[in-house]
Structure formats: C-alpha cells, structure tokens
C-alpha cells in the first residue's frame, strides 16, 4: 500500500495494537503516530480498516509538528552555529524557543515514548540535549524543587552541553573509542562551556552545571575530581540526566542499552555511591513507576505488561502476562525483560 493511504492515521493515538502478520508486536496501543509510523504500516502493509485510532489530546500531540523537537532542534543548532562564530549564548532565544518544548515535554507521563520519539532525530547530540533536559525536569517537579530553583535547572540542563560546540565534529562523531590524547581533550568541554556561561547574562549556577555535570558524588569525575559536598545540587540531577540519555542512545561505537539494563547500571553506580542517593532513588522510582502499565516482551518471548515496580529490584517487575498469569521476575529465574515497548 502507498504511504498516503496511510496519512489520515498521522497525529492519532492507536487504541489498539497493531501486529504483524507473524504475531510480532508493531506498534503498540497508546502510541500517538508519526510519519515514521505511518511508513512502517506502509511497509508491512497493514490494512487501514484495522487500525484503531482516535484524534490525540493537544498534551500528546507527536513531538514531530512544527511547534515541536522538530523546530526545537533546529533553533538548538542555530544557536549553537551562533555561538561557535560570535563565542555569546543566546539566552533570549533559549528561553524563547527551546525552553518551552522541555517545560512542556517534561509534564508528559509516558518518558519512554519521549525518548524512542527523540531516538529519530538525526544527530545523538540534540537527542541527548533536549533527553537530558526533560529528564531534569521532570526529576526537580519529583524533587519538589521550587519553581525558580526547577527554572534554573531547567535552562542549565538545556546548556549543560554547551562546551561541546568547541570541539572538532570528528572528535564528537568519531565511530571508535576515543584514544587517551582524545578522550583528555573532550574532558575540556566542561570547562568551555563554564567559560560560555560565566561571560553570558545568566546565573552562574547555570554555569557551574556545566563544569560539574561529569563530577561524582565519591570524586571519581572530572575535570576538579570534586565530592558529593562540593558539587551543586542542580549538577547533580543534570549529571544522572546525562548518564541516562547516554546509555538509551545509540552511539557511533555502540548500540543503545535497553531500558532496564540502563536501569541496573545507573542502580549499580548509586550503590557504589557514584551518584547522590536521595536523588538516584528517586530518579529510579520516577522512571520505574512510569513503566507501571508498559507492555513488555520477555527474554522466553512470552509478552505480559508490567503491574508493579520495586525501587530495591529495579529490573525484576512483577509481569502480568498475556495469559493473566501473574510473573514475579525477582523469583522467575534467568527470566528477564527484553524489551520494553512503551
């Protein structure tokens, strides 16, 4: 079938999924469809009459129009083509046209669709960019940060960055693992990007995310190697933000983690005391209650959705499966989530 057959279904919330002709999930109920989506019916030549989709709520509207990540990432690389030729942040084109799509995508229940919509930017750097700043976000709300303290965080998440925009592109996009001489002169973007803030009309806690965003609660990082004590608060909900969005991208040399093994790492390095414990915990019971309902496909292939989460078994849910058994995955054994589908 033709792609424009197809059209109608664009900006549509299914109300149920869409399979393929082997049984194999497609798309799953509750997706808001994109053009990609609609290529992918196309593709596999889903027939129209068995799609289910009614018109989707303004708050879900798909990132893809054009008030959207869109535009969004097209204002973020002109500001940042701006920078690299003037040295100045923009911060009233920030504010202007950057940070009302994070506020706005942050309120967003369903993060996981977020960032599988986002994976379909064309360059990781902006994916991670606006990931990190919603994920940010929505971790201050959960926080219970105030509202000018959640403001800071916020912008200091959408220009945590900033540095990278002295680096060459050969080192950003490089597809093998940085060698030493490589790896020491990326290390200086966080100082660049202090540097960028510093000299710019803005509040130096936004600043000082920006140099501290790689620091470690127990002085693992850089580039001061400073303790959980030294480091601003807002630096270290950025830092978990950006760890996050790393190990969910797809990077030149290696593929994207699954959810939940994102989840156990991030869970291992809390416990090694890598990151703040109030704010991991939290960020994991944030992330783990948002998949409360999330269809899942499991490592024996059975499929079920995920009933209950438990912040101590991050990656070990309770399932409840097609069939309605239930599946405790911290006693299932080898058993583990595959993939999770949003």
């Known amino acids: 079938m033709a792609v424009k057959e197809y059209e109608e279904f664009i900006g549509k919330r299914l109300l149920a999924n869409i399979y393929q002709a082997n049984g194999t999930l497609l798309i799953s109920q509750g997706t808001v469809l994109l053009e990609s989506h609609i290529e992918k019916l196309a593709n596999f030549q889903i027939k129209t ?53 994070i506020r706005k995508t942050a309120q967003r229940y369903n993060l996981f669709q977020v960032f599988s919509e986002l994976q379909h930017q064309g360059d990781f750097r902006y994916e991670q960019s606006l990931g990190a700043a919603v994920i940010a976000t929505s971790l201050g709300e959960r926080l ?18 900033i ?47 920006a ?42 040399h290696r593929p994207a983690f699954t959810f939940f093994e994102t989840v156990e790492e991030i869970h291992r390095q809390i416990i090694l005391h890598r990151f703040d414990p109030v704010i991991g915990l939290t960020f994991l019971d944030m992330m783990l209650s948002r998949q409360v309902g999330c269809d899942v496909i499991l490592s024996d292939d059975r499929k079920g959705k995920i009933l209950l989460t438990n912040v101590n078994h991050p990656t070990k849910p309770l399932i409840v499966l097609d069939n309605r058994e239930f599946l405790d ?13 949003g």
């Open 49 to 101: 009459g068995a799609i289910q989709a009614v018109e989707a709520e303004p708050s879900e509207s798909p990132l893809y129009s054009n008030d959207n990540a869109i535009q969004t990432e097209k204002s973020l690389s002109e500001i940042n083509t701006y920078i690299q030729t003037s040295g100045v942040v923009p911060i009233a084109d920030i504010e202007d046209k950057v940070l009302p799509f």
């Open 144 to 161: 219970q940060l105030e509202q000018e303290e959640l403001a800071l965080l916020t912008t200091a998440a959408t220009l945590y960055d």
């Open 163 to 209: 540095g990278t925009v002295k680096l060459p592109s050969s080192l950003i996009q490089k597809p093998g693992k940085l060698d030493t001489q490589e790896f020491k002169l990326l290390k200086k973007h966080t100082v660049y990007g202090y540097e960028l803030l510093k000299n710019s009309d803005i509040d130096h806690r936004v600043a000082l995310v």
């Open 211 to 252: 140099l501290q965003h790689h620091e470690r609660e127990d002085g693992s990082g850089y580039p001061r190697g400073l303790k959980g004590g030294q480091l601003d608060r807002l630096s270290k909900i950025v830092a978990l933000a950006d760890v996050y969005m790393a190990l969910i991208s797809d990077r030149p």
């Open 329 to 341: 995955l911290r006693t299932a054994g080898a058993v583990i989530i595959k993939k999770v589908i």
